[in-house]
């Protein structure tokens, strides 16, 4: 299928010449000539494989392109599109900032055809693996239904914009099934009634596996009671066929399903709101003859749910655990806050992370009345709980003042944050209010590797200088690094021991990086680990030859300490995530 490729630029030049080094490469060409044009043409039905993505123009920049494409993909509902900067820029600070927002790649203009080639094919390449790889991963490999995370996600996406019933699915008795025939027979009789649901629901459900023998199922347009007896009737009838089958008419065993089913939006869009509601309906089910269903209604008391399960620790655990955590920050009271902060501020110095502390300061504009004033005071708490994360928490201290911590960020990384609050305050139509705010960062020194079980980098370098600034850097960072002084050295090093990364000089005397990678890739396979160039030619010929030789990233001399930290960080996750890097625990 042909690669589709978009460009935003806002120079016509530079548009006319990538589409054409690429369309003449048999790829899907569409050229943009702005941020906002570039967020118009973002459609879930026709979705680019790669964004170019220019950073400065006029109006609106990459980097604010890029935050508003990433909102605009959640709203959407669909996967983050891979995005490559281009910039004539060559100050190492916009190439850190970038990967810190997210970006792919830099490609540097006037574009050299081979380079723009060969990187966009391997981002593209690339994104295509790890898609291969992310839906493996969210797949429930017995039954062939989404597993417990991405049936949250695709639920999630579902309820907030569909028309349907939500619905769980839960056997009944079939821990008996394990302990009197064994756990094989327990995963056939799994496997058979996923394929009783899967002809059961109707066409377009969706169906994921969120338990040993628990199911959730979303289906479109069923809107009767009706509809939800019938297919509570006939997974029931079939299940108790087949399993007769299994294990014969006598088995001995209750086997059949409780049906607890909400409809949408008749109660809700939320879904962590609403699966709640289906496992009361559920529970409804279980306690009263089980093997059917039950609709939710009001007078299905949560109350009930929660007396019966009082001593049932993995149904408590259900209850006050993730799925009733709503997707936003945590807002506490002054004194629930006090208990958390003084438990977090410990937390935080015993494990040496790191946190920030923002207090927002909120003042009305000239001529708001007072009643809009503190309206408009308590918008802008929801808006701050619903643009953070779930692991940050807040208080609010005065009618007009908010108090946050932001657990785990980095001390550049504030301005982003605070930035997009303010921004995405302002799109939603904030008025009314003068925000000032005031940061604190909060981190112990952390040149001490919090592990024992580092992951192992070894350098090749003929400058002992080099050598002394990646093993200070990187060390400091909780790497295990090694360091060689020539492609002989790193070879027999190499013979011996196998690191998660390999730095290599491509300039050595006597045998340099090329030829040592390709000494290297004879005897052994050098997709494992990955390989990351050093070099002080900036020529396009180099670095298309260290690209053509399998290189993950390219790191030009001189050697600048932050700016090798967030390339090694970037491959090692890359790679990780490919599976090459070898877990550790």
């Excluded at 291969?132 to 597993?147: H, P, V």
């Excluded at 327990?186 to 002809?199: K, M, P, Q, T, Y």
Aim: charged share 30%; glycine share 6%; proline share 4%.
């Amino acid at each position: 299928m042909m690669m589709h490729i978009m460009i935003v630029d806002d120079d016509a030049a530079n548009l006319r010449t990538a589409g054409h080094i690429l369309s003449k490469n048999q790829m899907r060409v569409t050229a943009l000539g702005s941020g906002s044009a570039l967020l118009e043409s973002i459609r879930s039905d026709d979705l680019p494989d790669l964004i170019l993505l220019d950073i400065k123009m006029p109006e609106m920049d990459g980097f604010e392109a890029l935050s508003l494409l990433r909102e605009k993909e959640k709203a959407l509902g669909i996967g983050e599109i891979p995005v490559i900067f281009l910039t004539a820029d060559e100050a190492p600070d916009t190439e850190r900032l970038g990967f810190e927002a997210g970006v792919s790649d830099y490609i540097r203009k006037p574009f050299d055809p081979d380079i723009l080639l060969r990187r966009v094919s391997n981002i593209v390449s690339k994104e295509k693996r790890l898609s291969s790889l992310r839906s493996e991963a969210d797949t429930d490999k017995l039954t062939g239904f989404l597993n417990k995370a991405a049936a949250a996600r695709a639920m999630t996406a579902l309820c907030a914009s569909d028309l349907g019933c939500l619905m769980l699915v839960d056997l009944d008795s079939f821990k008996l099934v394990n302990d009197l025939f064994g756990h094989k027979t327990g995963d056939n009789v799994l496997i058979c009634f996923s394929a009783i649901l899967r002809g059961a629901a109707p066409e377009g459900s969706v169906i994921g596996r969120i338990g040993g023998d628990e199911f959730t199922v979303f289906s479109s347009g069923m809107q009767t009671e009706e509809e939800v007896a019938v297919f509570a009737k006939r997974i029931n009838d079939e299940l108790v066929a087949k399993a007769k089958e299994l294990m014969g008419e006598d088995m001995g065993i209750p086997l059949g399903a409780s049906v607890g089913a909400v409809f949408v939006p008749q109660h809700g869009d939320d879904y962590e709101s609403l699966f709640r509601l289906a496992d009361q309906a559920m529970y409804h089910v279980k306690k009263n003859g089980k093997h059917g269903y039950s609709l939710y209604r009001a007078e299905i008391a949560p109350e009930d749910m929660m007396q019966a399960s009082a001593h049932d620790i993995e149904k408590l655990s259900e209850i006050l655990g993730e799925r009733s955590v709503p997707n936003m920050a945590l807002q506490l009271d002054k004194d629930a806050f006090s208990y958390v902060y003084r438990y977090i501020m410990r937390y935080m110095i015993r494990n040496q992370r790191t946190l920030y502390k923002v207090l927002f300061t909120l003042l009305p504009e000239p001529d708001t009345p007072e009643r809009d004033y503190k309206s408009n005071c308590d918008a802008f708490g929801s808006h701050i709980r619903a643009s953070l994360r779930k692991t940050d928490i807040l208080m609010r201290n005065r009618f007009n003042q908010y108090f946050v911590l932001l657990t785990d960020i980095r001390r550049n990384d504030i301005e982003i944050v605070t930035g997009n609050i303010m921004r995405r305050w302002k799109l939603n139509g904030g008025a009314g209010l003068s925000v000032a705010y005031e940061t604190e960062f909060v981190c112990v020194d952390l040149t001490v590797p919090k592990r024992t079980d580092e992951l192992r980098i070894v350098a090749a370098d003929d400058d002992e200088q080099v050598l002394r600034l990646i093993g200070n850097t990187l060390s400091k960072a909780g790497f295990r690094v090694s360091a060689v002084k020539s492609g002989r050295a790193l070879l027999k090093y190499l013979s011996e021991q196998t690191p998660d990364l390999i730095l290599l000089d491509a300039q050595m005397p006597e045998q340099d990086g090329f030829d040592t990678i390709q000494q290297l890739r004879a005897v052994k396979d050098t997709a494992e680990p990955p390989v990351i160039f050093l070099t002080d030619v900036s020529d396009p010929e180099t670095e298309q030859r260290c690209l053509s030789l399998g290189a993950a990233e390219i790191i030009r001399k001189p050697v600048l300490p932050e700016l090798l930290l967030h390339r090694v960080r970037n491959v090692i996750e890359l790679a990780a995530r490919r599976g090459i890097v070898r877990a550790r625990n």
